[in-house]
Nanobody, 121 residues
């Protein structure tokens, strides 16, 4: 089993910054892509950013140029540095990871419990 635990959420004023962290633990062979998604009340969950094990990144259009995703493969962690925050960035932010538990097993996607980010105007 794999567990993902997010941290770093909270309340911040518009224009401010916040850094989220996500730690993966458990027994597994390899973590492929890791990423961040968010879900605001009444809206669908959307991609914030993703990063492959080789460092290749992808971002949702609404956060490009403001957010940066990074990871530490040795520590099995992924980070989201958020800047120039806006009230519309308010959401629950979820970490996810595509994990191969054993060499012979297929890749499975795991999700964290989520962390609340609230941006006040």
């Amino acid at each position: 089993q794999v567990q993902l635990v997010e941290s770093g959420g909270g309340l911040v004023q518009a224009g401010g910054s916040l850094r989220l962290s996500c730690a993966a633990s458990g027994s597994f062979f390899r973590i492929n892509a890791m990423g961040w998604y968010r879900q605001a009340p009444g809206k669908q969950r959307e991609l914030v950013g993703s990063i492959l094990s080789d460092g290749t990144t992808n971002y949702g259009d609404s956060v490009k140029g403001r957010f940066t995703i990074s990871r530490d493969n040795a520590k099995n962690m992924v980070y989201l540095q958020m800047g120039s925050l806006r009230p519309e960035d308010t959401a629950v932010y979820y970490c996810n990871a595509d994990v191969r538990s054993k060499y012979s097993q297929p890749v499975r996607t795991y999700w964290g419990q989520g962390t609340q980010v609230t941006v006040s105007s």
